[in-house]
């Protein structure tokens, strides 16, 4: 039989405090408990940026696409001109008749590595647009032909928006533009 020796490895009364080997095991608990709180506050920030620049990007694609719908409506094009009137500048385009007046025009450019949507009483600015290109058609099933701007953001994103001028836009507006030589074709 194995015996004790008194005192080795027992507590006297009136003693308190933990063994050596109650306090390896206790510190070998918290740290696997910490590197696992560690590892895990790590996934989740880093989660938190992805999302973050999720909705910033989300919030900016919507801010352009009121901008430009809101312009674009703005735009009253004459029932006898076949649609937008446009000129094509070094930097970006300029279409007329921005509140029926045919010398305003609502203009987009490109100003170093940003685009700059200018009404004639406020300038929108859109930091992470790379590229855009405008296009019409020649003729549309709605007297006028929808705009549709194709935007390219810093990153690669690409969005769509098609819109008819003089009006908020029908559902299904892509569908209203009908092969035929371009009115309007600028890339910048």
Not at 12 to 17: H, I, L, M, N, T
Not at 38 to 48: H, I, K, P, R, V
Not at 51 to 62: A, H
């Given at each position: 039989?194995?015996?004790r020796?008194?005192?080795e490895g027992r507590k006297?009364?009136?003693?308190?405090?933990f063994t050596l080997a109650e306090t390896a095991v206790g510190l070998a608990a918290a740290a696997v408990l910490a590197s696992v709180v560690?590892?895990?506050?790590?996934?989740?920030?880093?989660?938190?940026e992805r999302?973050?620049?999720?909705?910033?990007?989300?919030?900016?694609?919507?801010r352009l696409d009121q901008v430009l719908r809101g312009g674009v409506a703005r735009l009253a094009t004459p029932f006898w001109l076949p649609a937008v009137r446009s000129e094509v500048t070094r930097d970006g385009v300029r279409l007329f008749h921005l509140d029926g007046e045919s010398d305003r025009y609502l203009e987009l450019t490109r100003s170093g590595s940003r685009l700059e949507i200018w009404d004639g009483r406020h300038r929108e600015l859109f930091p992470s647009v790379e590229q855009v290109r405008v296009r019409s058609r020649a003729r549309s099933r709605f007297g006028v032909p929808p705009l549709s701007f194709d935007v390219t953001f810093v990153g690669g994103e690409r969005?769509?928006?098609v819109v008819l001028p003089g009006a908020f836009p029908l559902p299904g507006d892509e569908a209203a533009l009908?092969?035929?030589a371009a009115d309007l074709d600028a890339l910048f």
């Open positions: 039989m194995l015996s020796r008194s005192g006297s009364e009136g003693e308190q405090g560690y590892a895990s506050a790590l996934s989740g920030s880093s989660s938190a999302l973050t620049r999720s909705v910033i990007f989300d919030m900016e694609v919507l969005i769509s928006i009908v092969d035929g």
